[in-house]
């Protein structure tokens, strides 16, 4: 209404209409209106009394009429916008519209009776929208929930004049929740819809209590199922559910705007502790904010009010806007350290919701602007100072965001079964629902990163949760001191989704040289240098490279690989010393009760029952943590995003190794690896670099095959080839050799499931051209590692490169491409040196185990004899006995490789058998074996149950057999011949006979054994004669080393004389002088003409003086 209008009415006039509208007669005189008595205030009170009691008995009535229809006033005011093609969502909260009458629309709501002027029914439907608005009723005219008495006695008063449209709003405000506050109203709202009505009556003061016997004030009963809460709670809700109305007024603009700031500002006040009344006031400094529960319950619409709010806040009242929402991100905060998963149907993920939306609210007027963002992140918690020695658990417990990062599983018992074990329906339930809170909190944390003023902070952030929890990637590992698992998975989780639409191409290859780098390399090994070569590079490239500020994107991608070092990779290591920590408990136990018959009856009963069963507790203890674990590990979203991840660490990895100064995606080889040079980027880059890899894809190959199947691509197998094809890039061996297993455990040999990646393994061009010489070069290198274990180590590692060699051997393109390397210089003689050197060892041992196992159980069959034993010297065989067996089972594993490998390579490469410095150990070695399984002493290898350990005699023999055969010639019988200590006609003879009477072999074959034997034998007695004629040789003519004559005489370095074949035979195995252990190849050796004429002239006068 304009302000003169206003004034062109008299007193008298305004008195009369706001009479009217109260529904009160006016029957006073012109005095009475001049002369305010007491009689006419009593009247006055009278008639307010009256109206609203009129209005409340109607709405009696109306609940009684309707109390079986359910109408949502959300629902019809949804129809209204429908109906009138308005969008009103997100008005502009500061635009003021004018008011628009529509004059015809106005006459309609008039009734034909009445007759008022414009200005009149004007003021009647902005009332009417007042009162629709902020649901309240100051006369019998307007249907709303909450009668205003105080309004309406102001308005009799003419304290208030009713067309100050913002000062009537202002007083219905501080009317409805003065009676909140005051207690005169109880709070109990709906909660199964979006309804916006509040139920009102009678309260307590803090929580709240149905009267339905109070007359005063009751209202409809709309709703099925309501929620308790506070007078401040409720009078905000009232606040919310009246600004949502004004968001619907289509005719009243300006109105609709000044309800909403007053709404707003009210909220303010209410929130701020700020509200003060004669009976009481508000004055509480630190209670849970009002807002908060609001939020939580989402039983009204309040994003737009919440909007309307932090703008307010925040443009005019920053301290204000602080401390209202500091208040709030703290009970959040507060809320999430409280909560866990408490079953599998629910996980704490409503808390997070809110904090997404608080976080993710821009300003109306500059929607880039996010005040809570930026509150967060200011808040003394974000990243708080740290002042225990446990950094990295300190951290994961107080700052901000912890406890959000830190959902986890818990999972009790009744989720287990019998045999400890979780069902896979609930373990699937568990992963899909992990995995939604990681969606969150990746959204949590993606708004922090996309608003430019908090990045910053949250990258420091995330950089120091990496720094503090350093340690985790050590083996024994104090768990209580860092992050735990769960933690460290989850921020690994957040990185990989933020790493989603990362270009590696984008990122900084120097990243981890960068001087403002937030990750840190300097004391991790490195791959090839040395700490003191690491500084000297490090100094030199600072001080070359212009570094420009590191962009988001290699931050990003960087923390992402350092939290799978710190999160996943520990995770697994973790898993396995569990298993291992099972496996050794269980075997004690079965160990007892396996003996409980010797010491039931004995006095240590009690203690062996006592440790049973603690070992059997914590075998329990230890399985449910196992199967927690299992939970996180083989989730196979993780394993999917780790594996994905890892594959661009391998471009990464290859960019490097080539020294190229852009990275390029898909990576493809141009220089052949034996050619590769390792760069000093790549030298100082961390050894974990490419071992985390190497250890997630064998824990996929044993665990999560199917992962490796789907999503293993050509990136990994360039990486994994180019490595092992290039050993001399990697310091240490064990590194390669770890990438040897992975290509073991591919093999399908080992599991056929893995055919697939094998053969795009096999059809990559490295496997063609440098594979075979690298496995070859690397199984005889790994003869000596440098470490104390050196000597057990290669039987494993050489364990590895048979089987891949077997699978490789199936292939005839493959299989061409080893007899083409079997002619190429000394490496394949070295290789096959190495082969026979493990064969004869792993033989001997094997069998010498056999005959202990066999001397024991032959002991332990013969009762009396056993019995003669006490109970110590019984316990230690059986101890000894179970030590036997596994040593005997891991030799017999390791012999069966070697000795298949000789056998089938014996069937298409024979001449680096045949050389001079290999046959004769190879006769030896063969000679001996067909000794002890054939021999006068072949019993003593006969143990009970044999395929418990492997043993399969009759395979071995018949192997050994085939050899013979297949390097059947003059030079190999002769290398027969030489055996002195082996070889013995009558008994080649015998295993002849064993052989074909037990079908070992066919007739033929034996026949082919046999003839060779004859020859063997021939030439056998012609060197025995021919040993006799040469005993007396000269000193000079002797090698020092073996005491035999000298044929090929050559001169060390060192000035000694020795025959080639055994010093040749000696560099197989060691490159160094036998007498100074000076470094010496055979490039080094020089021949003796001289001496090797003057040799062979003394043979043949021996032989001549003999013949005379």
């Known amino acids: 209404m304009d302000e003169d209008n206003q004034k062109q009415l008299t007193q008298e006039e305004i008195r009369l209409r706001r009479l009217r509208r109260l529904g009160v007669n006016n029957t006073s005189s012109n005095a009475e209106k001049t002369d305010e008595s007491d009689n006419q205030k009593r009247i006055d009170e009278t008639s307010i009394n009256n109206n609203c009691c009129t209005f409340v008995a109607e709405k009696e009535i109306q609940k009684d009429d309707n109390k079986n229809t359910i109408i949502s006033e959300t629902t019809s005011v949804t129809n209204d916008k429908e109906e009138n093609g308005m969008n009103i969502s997100n ?132 709703w099925k199922q309501t929620k308790k809460c506070t007078a401040k709670e409720a009078a905000l809700y009232y606040l919310i559910s009246s600004y949502n109305r004004s968001l619907t007024e289509r005719q009243h603009k300006e109105i609709s705007t000044e309800c909403r700031r007053q709404l707003v500002n009210n909220a303010i006040l209410l929130l701020d502790h700020d509200w003060s009344f004669e009976t009481q006031q508000i004055v509480d400094t630190r209670s849970r904010s009002p807002l908060l529960q609001i939020l939580y319950d989402e039983t009204i619409p309040y994003q737009d009010f919440i909007k309307h709010l932090i703008t307010e806040l925040y443009n005019d009242h920053p301290k204000r806007f602080t401390r209202i929402f500091n208040t709030i991100l703290e009970d959040i905060y507060l809320d999430m350290r409280c909560k866990q998963i408490k079953s599998i149907y629910t996980l704490p993920t409503h808390t997070i919701d809110r904090l997404i939306e608080l976080v993710s609210v821009g300003l109306a007027n500059n929607e880039n602007v996010k005040p809570i963002c930026n509150l967060v992140v200011s808040h003394r918690t974000f990243l708080p100072a740290l002042s225990t020695d446990i950094s990295g658990r300190e951290i994961s417990q107080i700052s901000y965001l912890s406890p959000f990062l830190s959902i986890s599983i818990l999972i009790y018992d009744r989720y287990y079964d019998e045999d400890n074990t979780i069902d896979s329906v609930v373990q699937n339930d568990l992963q899909s629902k992990l995995e939604y809170v990681r969606t969150l909190l990746h959204k949590l944390f993606y708004t922090f990163i996309l608003n430019k003023d908090t990045r910053e902070m949250v990258l420091k952030y995330i950089g120091e949760l990496l720094k503090h929890n350093a340690k985790r990637e050590q083996y024994n590992a104090d768990e209580r001191s860092l992050a735990s698992d769960g933690f460290m998975l989850n921020l690994m989780s957040v990185l990989q989704q933020l790493c989603h639409k990362v270009k590696l191409e984008r990122i900084d290859p120097l990243f981890p040289f960068h001087p403002q780098s937030l990750v840190s390399i300097a004391d991790d090994t490195k791959l090839k240098f040395e700490q003191a070569e690491y500084s000297k590079f490090l100094e030199k490239i600072r001080g070359q490279v212009q570094w420009e500020d590191p962009k988001f994107v290699s931050h990003c991608w960087f923390f992402t690989l350092h939290s799978h070092h710190l999160g996943i990779i520990p995770a697994i290591s973790r898993y396995h010393k569990r298993l291992r920590a099972i496996k050794e408990l269980q075997r004690m136990v079965d160990e007892l009760n396996a003996t409980e018959s010797r010491w039931k009856n004995t006095p240590v009963a009690r203690r062996n029952k006592n440790a049973r069963d603690k070992w059997v507790n914590r075998i329990k203890k230890l399985t449910k943590a196992k199967n927690t674990m299992e939970i996180l590990v083989l989730d196979p979203n993780v394993n999917r995003n780790c594996l994905q991840f890892y594959s661009s660490v391998c471009d990464y990895v290859l960019h490097h190794i080539e020294g190229r100064k852009k990275i390029e995606v898909p990576f493809y080889n141009t220089i052949p690896p034996n050619q590769l040079v390792a760069s000093d980027e790549f030298a100082s880059l961390p050894v974990w670099y490419i071992e985390d890899i190497a250890d997630y894809l064998l824990f996929l190959l044993q665990n999560r095959v199917e992962v490796i199947i789907d999503y293993m691509d050509n990136s990994i197998v360039t990486w994994l080839l180019t490595l092992v094809c290039a050993p ?102 070295k290789f096959i040196n190495m082969l026979m050197n493990d064969s004869t060892f792993l033989l001997d041992e094997s069998l010498e185990n056999l005959k202990k196992i066999h001397e024991v159980q032959t002991l332990m069959m013969n009762e009396k004899e056993w019995s003669k034993l006490d109970t110590e010297e019984q316990a230690t065989r059986q101890r000894q006995l179970v030590q036997d067996e596994r040593q005997c089972r891991s030799y017999l594993t390791l012999a069966r490789e070697t000795v298949d490998m000789i056998h089938y390579l014996a069937n298409d490469i024979k001449e680096p058998f045949l050389r001079k410095e290999l046959v004769d150990r190879l006769s030896s070695m063969l000679n001996f074996n067909l000794h002890q399984l054939c021999g006068p002493k072949c019993r003593d290898l006969r143990v009970r149950n044999p395929a418990r350990y492997g043993w399969e005699p009759r395979r071995l023999l018949g192997q050994i057999i085939d050899i013979y055969i297949r390097l059947s010639c003059d030079e190999f019988a002769a290398a027969l011949a030489r055996d002195e200590r082996s070889f013995q006609r009558h008994l080649f003879e015998e295993a002849a006979e064993k052989i074909e009477k037990n079908n070992i072999r066919a007739a033929i074959e034996v026949e082919k054994f046999r003839s060779l034997i004859q020859k063997a034998g021939e030439i056998y007695t012609m060197n025995q004669k021919n040993e006799d004629d040469f005993a007396d040789a000269p000193d000079d003519f002797r090698d020092p080393l073996m005491d035999t004559l000298i044929n090929d005489p050559v001169q060390l370095p060192s000035g000694i004389i020795m025959d080639r074949s055994v010093i040749t035979r000696h560099l197989l195995n060691s490159s160094t002088d036998p007498f100074n252990r000076q470094h010496l190849t055979e490039e080094q050796l020089v021949p003796v003409p001289e001496l090797k004429t003057r040799i062979e002239q003394w043979k043949r006068d021996k032989r001549d003086k003999k013949s005379d």
């Open 91 to 222: 008005p502009n909260l500061t635009e003021i519209i004018k008011m628009d009458t529509d004059e015809k629309e106005i006459k309609q709501t008039v009734p034909d009776r009445m007759e008022i002027d414009d200005n009149e029914v004007q003021e009647e439907s902005i009332a009417k929208s007042i009162s629709r608005i902020l649901d309240s009723s100051w006369s019998k005219e307007f249907d709303a929930s909450f009668p205003v008495k105080d309004v309406a006695r102001s308005i009799m008063d003419s304290t208030l004049v009713p067309t100050n449209y913002p000062e009537l709003i202002s007083e219905i405000i501080n009317d409805v929740i003065r009676q909140y506050i005051t207690s005169d109203l109880i709070q109990e709202i709906e909660v199964n819809s979006l309804s916006d009505q509040i139920l009102s009556s009678r309260m307590r003061n803090d929580d709240i209590e149905m009267d339905f016997d109070d007359e005063t004030f009751s209202e409809p009963s709309r």
């Open 728 to 829: 001399h890039l990697i310091k240490n061996p064990y590194l390669t050799a770890k990438l040897v297993e992975v290509l073991f455990v591919i093999s399908p040999s080992i599991q056929q499931t893995t055919t697939k990646i094998f053969n795009m393994v096999m059809s990559h061009e490295l496997t063609q051209t440098s594979l075979i010489s690298a496995l070859m070069r690397f199984y005889v290198d790994v003869e000596t590692t440098g470490q104390s274990t050196e000597f057990y180590d290669k039987f494993t590692i050489r364990y590895h490169i048979s089987h891949i060699f077997k699978s490789i051997w199936n292939s005839p393109v493959h299989r061409q491409a080893m007899i083409a390397e079997s002619k190429n210089g000394n490496q394949f003689v």
